[in-house]
């Protein structure tokens, strides 16, 4: 064997390579001896591909011996290089979004400022290269003032098979996005332009100039992914866009929000994150793709993903600028408006939500594999927020309405209650279906009303008890917690030192 600190050539490199096809028993001086004669008769094509691992394995020996590894073989100097990189790639991204900000407040235009949401899905990630195969994409324009205005939409065919993940892909879409993998897969085949089309929708016709996208930070390298796959397809525009953090979006939008509305900031992100992280609108139907909707997957739609956040900014934002809400761009549909209290700024206005809980959901959206969605419900606005609606409370019970005429409706006078009426109907205990109107439902609820006790062998008339009735009840009237103290005491005088709770004593 030659010495360890010995430096590799291309010649000891062929002559191992030589020994495990050919001469596996053979010494080091026999195979030096025979790989030596297969050596001078190759010519420097042949010798080319020894001599380049050469070179790379004195390289990889040096940096060995001039620093140190880690426990995978990589030196510690890359992988500290490598984390400065991404700690200065997010600090950038940090400032951008600062500087955006705070730019749309010094022009007047917060609540006009547009921003983009992006959300994909995908079928598996590759073991080489760790590439995301897309199936899913949805983008959508947002601002304070106008709600989610515009969203794009498409399901994703990628047109290969996915050899080798068929198991892995399949686990992952029936536990998410349900939708069917290659070669079966809807959407559009054209990679290309479905790229373009999202750089047609993000673009601002003024400047010309392209936004950046917003998402989850969790999933920034994965939409990451997805872009560069469909920009290498044919025909793809050779642009590489921005995507920052939604979450840090929201926390510094929030901070301008109160400092125009002069309310109270969130004290830290980890408030903000944490409002963020609740999704309130998450099981929400009708803001999901036709096919996610049919197949009950709404949740994990990536347009209900791009919908459902701009829903959060609104119910977080817009009461803060005094912003009015509107049906389908601010919020769902169907929520009712009327029924949404705007509690007073406190110190408790970044944690309190003030329209997550008056939703239902009826509202159906565009079609699966739909390109642009176009949300203007103007028209429709109108109509929505003029309905009247009723609620009712089945956990306190339900209660009849009763129909009057409409000459009593009329001629009815306003009558106001005075305190003491209002104690006395509260609390009486009849049972005529007339002042049931009066009450209010959380009435019915128990008011720690006493029960009448029921006739029983213990009922005793303290008053008018004689001599006979005083020795009858002389057993009973020593156990038991409160009895009187009346007449009784001096007929019980050998019960009332008795020991024991409720006991009678002597005056």
């Known amino acids: 064997m030659p010495p360890k600190n010995q430096k590799p050539n291309a010649f000891m490199i062929f002559a191992l390579e030589w020994r495990s096809k050919h001469g596996k028993r053979l010494s080091m001086g026999e195979l030096i001896k025979e790989a030596g004669e297969v050596w001078k008769n190759m010519d420097e094509k ?7 691992r ?22 510690v ?15 950038q ?43 899913e994409l949805a983008v959508c324009k947002f ?62 016709p003024e400047t010309n100039s392209y936004s950046p996208l917003y998402t989850l930070k969790e999933c920034i390298h994965i939409v990451d992914s997805v872009l560069e796959f469909l920009k290498a397809d044919n025909g793809a525009n050779n642009l590489d866009l921005k995507i920052y953090p939604i979450q840090y979006l929201f926390y510094i939008m929030k901070e301008a929000t109160c400092e125009v509305g002069e309310i109270e900031k969130p004290s830290s992100f980890y408030i903000t994150d944490a409002y963020f992280e609740r999704d309130f609108y998450e099981y929400q139907i009708g803001i999901g793709c036709q096919f996610h909707e049919k197949n009950d997957r709404c949740k994990y739609c990536t347009q209900s993903y791009v919908t459902r956040w701009g829903y959060m900014f609104c119910d977080y934002m817009c009461r803060d600028l005094a912003i009015r809400l509107e049906p389908g761009r601010h919020c769902p549909i169907n929520t009712n408006l ?4 705007t509690p007073a700024p406190s110190r408790n206005n970044d944690t309190e939500s003030i329209i997550s809980m008056s939703n239902a959901s009826t509202h159906t959206n565009p079609v699966a594999g739909s390109k642009y969605y176009y949300d203007d419900q103007k028209t429709s606005i109108s109509d929505a927020t003029n309905k009247t609606y009723t609620q009712d409370f089945p956990s306190l019970g339900a209660r009849k309405a009763k129909k009057k005429s409409p000459l009593a409706e009329q001629d009815s006078p306003v009558r106001h209650k005075s305190s ?11 049972n005529d279906d007339d002042d049931d109107d009066d009450l209010n439902p959380w009435n019915s609820r128990s008011q720690c009303i006493p029960r009448e006790p029921d006739n029983s062998h213990f009922d005793i008339e303290y008053g008018g008890l004689n001599s006979s009735d005083a020795d ?15 007449s009784l005491v001096n007929s019980f005088s050998s019960v009332a030192s008795s020991r024991g709770r409720g006991s009678y004593f002597r005056n």
Request: net charge positive.
């Open 46 to 52: 042949q010798r080319a591909p020894y001599k380049d």
């Open 54 to 75: 050469a070179k790379e394995e004195l390289i990889m020996s040096s940096r060995a011996a001039a620093e140190k590894l880690t426990c995978t073989g990589m030196p």
């Open 77 to 91: 100097s890359q992988v500290e290089k490598q984390k400065m990189d991404h700690e200065n790639k997010e600090r």
């Open 93 to 135: 991204m940090k400032r951008d979004i600062e500087s955006t900000v705070s730019k749309s407040v010094k022009n007047d235009n917060l609540e006009k400022q547009s921003y983009y949401f992006i959300m994909v899905n995908y079928f598996t990630k590759t073991l080489k290269g760790g590439v995301y195969v897309p199936a």
């Open 143 to 204: 601002s304070l003032l106008e709600g989610v205005s515009r969203v794009y939409h498409t399901l994703i065919n990628p047109g290969v098979n996915i050899y080798g993940h068929q198991y892995e892909a399949q686990h992952h879409a029936d536990t998410t996005h349900n939708l069917p993998l290659p070669p079966m897969a809807l959407g559009d085949k054209n990679l290309g332009n479905i790229y373009n089309e999202v750089l047609n929708f993000i673009r601002d």
């Open 338 to 341: 009327n029924a949404i209290i």
């Open 420 to 430: 003491r009426q209002i104690h006395e109907s509260v609390f009486s205990v009849d």
């Open 472 to 486: 009858d009840c002389n057993s009973v009237s020593s156990f038991g917690r409160g009895r009187g103290r009346g």
